[in-house]
Nanobody
Framework: QVQLVESGGGLVQAGGSLRLSCAAS????????MGWFRQAPGKEREFVAA????????YYADSVKGRFTISRDNARNTVYLQMNSLKPEDTAVYYC??????????????????WGQGTQVLVSS
């Protein structure tokens, strides 16, 4: 089992920045590909970003490419999502997720095995 706890959400004006953190406990963190997803009110949960076990490869949704950066610190069992140039359409609950083998597409929501409880991000216009 892996327990995931997100933090860092909040209210920010459009154009601002936030840094989300996801702390993992339980099994060896470096054995899991990690991802961030988000869910806006009335919408389905969607892929935001993912990062490989070592952090050498990253993947992004087109909607956040160039604005968001995913990173991980395996020594601290933590994955981060740096969000810059935020837009009102980025408003959502953000979830981190851990993916154990076998690996499917990094954006495939049902491929992830463990989920955090989410952290709310509100971007005002």
């Amino acid at each position: 089992q892996v327990q995931l706890v997100e933090s860092g959400g909040g209210l920010v004006q459009a154009g601002g920045s936030l840094r989300l953190s996801c702390a993992a406990s339980g099994r060896t963190f470096s054995n899991y590909r990690m991802g961030w997803f988000r869910q806006a009110p009335g919408k389905e949960r969607e892929f935001v970003a993912a990062i490989s076990l070592s952090g050498s490869s990253t993947y992004y949704a087109d909607s956040v490419k160039g604005r968001f950066t995913i990173s991980r610190d395996n020594a601290r069992n933590t994955v981060y999502l740096q969000m810059n140039s935020l837009k009102p359409e980025d408003t959502a609950v953000y979830y981190c997720a851990a993916d154990a083998p076998p690996y499917y597409s990094s954006s495939y929501l049902r491929g992830y095995d463990y989920w955090g409880q989410g952290t709310q991000v509100l971007v005002s216009s």
